[in-house]
């Protein structure tokens, strides 16, 4: 019996395995790479019978509980690890088919950009206009250059003999005397009754430049009453 050769035809594919020895079809059997409704035939016989009634085939022991991995060729089928030339391609695992999940309509929402948009214009609007102001009109001085609230004229001398206009000794206060008395005479024209002078001399002032000041407001027209504070000295 080991001598025999079969054909071997798969139902389920159709495929049709010519003069496979009776070994390797046990084999195959019990590998259950054939199964009971496939049909086997003798070489050159026409009349196909099925695996479970060919006598030769009929009791076989139990397939082994592990199957060897099977090999893949290189035209894509299955074949089995010891090199068959013709071989029962095993059934693969059915491989788990990807699905693909439809790719919803994607839409860009535009909303937070043109709140931004118009928040930088906002902030551009206020910028300029507090890098750029508009020019402000401001009313007329009620007093002229050194004229107190009180309507009086301050004139300052310190140690040094240099008159001041105004209350304090700043730097841009200094006026030569000429400039002095024609701001004054300015300030006299200006006022609406005699502008009374108020002279504030250093401790350590000359009396001449005092008096000569005097002398010389004395002779402006408008000038009111005339009053001398000098720093006593300790």
Do not use: C
């Amino acid at each position: 019996m080991s001598d025999e050769w079969l054909d071997v035809k798969i139902v389920k594919t159709g495929r049709v395995y010519e003069r496979v020895p009776l070994d390797k079809l046990r084999r195959w059997v019990a590998e259950s790479r054939v199964l009971p409704d496939d049909l086997v035939r003798p070489v050159g016989a026409a009349r196909w019978l099925r695996v479970a009634m060919a006598p030769e085939l009929a009791a076989l022991p139990a397939p082994p509980a592990v199957l060897p991995p099977p090999v893949r060729r290189a035209d894509g089928a299955s074949s089995s690890p010891e090199g068959d030339d013709v071989g029962i391609a095993v059934p693969a695992k059915s491989r788990r088919r990807r699905r693909f999940r439809l790719l919803e309509d994607t839409a860009l929402d535009m909303t937070p950009m043109i709140d931004v948009t118009f928040q930088l214009l906002i902030f551009f609007m206020f910028a300029n206009q507090l890098a750029n102001p508009n020019p402000i009109e401001v009313p007329e001085a009620a007093y002229g250059r050194g004229v107190m609230p009180d309507g009086k004229q301050a004139i300052l001398v310190d140690d040094q003999g240099r008159y001041y206009l105004g209350e304090s000794a700043k730097p841009e206060n200094v006026a030569p005397l000429d400039d002095l008395l024609r701001a004054v005479a300015d300030n006299a024209a200006a006022a609406a009754s005699p502008l009374d002078v108020i002279i504030s001399a250093h401790k350590r002032s000359r009396h001449d430049q005092v008096r000569t000041l005097m002398e010389k407001l004395e002779g402006v027209p408008n000038i009111g009453v005339l009053r001398l504070g000098v720093e006593e000295r300790q």
